[in-house]
């Protein structure tokens, strides 16, 4: 009997490279137009998601976002533009996970790699929740190294969603608070 040849398929490795593409081309559009992302704070709670899908959807490379969601904070209900923020920065955050699961990451050999990937082994979506949660500019890798942990990627976004809500929450009533502060100092 003749050894069979293992079935391999052109579509994963298509989808790769797809994915791949994807987040280059993303991250090239985004840091383009990393100096008008503050126009959209003009729409309101869109205006946050858009600015924090934007600001989240680089890989590495830093963009604006925060900063406005502060200020946004300060003008409309900060509960809601935390929310609205959190889901943004949520499929922001999608591009470095598939960069990830593409098996393509080009972070593999970093020291800030190989630390965080045997938390994300181990731990899972709690790493992800709590780097979300925190402002670091780590999160980009632990994207990836959840991508390629292969953590399910409906895990990642709710462990995402509920740190980048935390995270945008304590941003948005610093913003609210403020501006209250500031006013309180010029009666």
Known sequence: MPASKPETSV??????ILA???VIGITVFVYSIRDQ???????GYFGAFLIMVIANATVILPA?????????GGVLNPL???????????????????????????VENTQAYNRILPYVQK??????????????????VAGIAAGIAKIPVWK???ACWVGQTIKMCIFAFAGAYSVDWIASLYE
Request: hydrophobic share 55%.
């Open 11 to 16: 579509t994963p490795t298509i989808l790769r």
């Open 20 to 22: 791949v593409v994807a």
């Open 37 to 43: 992302v503050e126009e959209f704070a003009q729409y």
């Open 64 to 72: 604006p976002g925060v900063a406005v969601i502060f200020a946004m």
């Open 80 to 106: 809601g533009i935390a929310l609205a923020a959190g889901v943004g920065g949520t499929f922001g955050e999608l591009t470095g996970y598939l960069a990830g699961y593409s098996g393509q990451a080009a």
């Open 123 to 140: 731990y899972g979506a709690w790493v992800i929740l709590v780097m979300s949660a925190i402002p670091n500019p780590f999160f980009d």
């Open 156 to 158: 990642f976004m709710l």
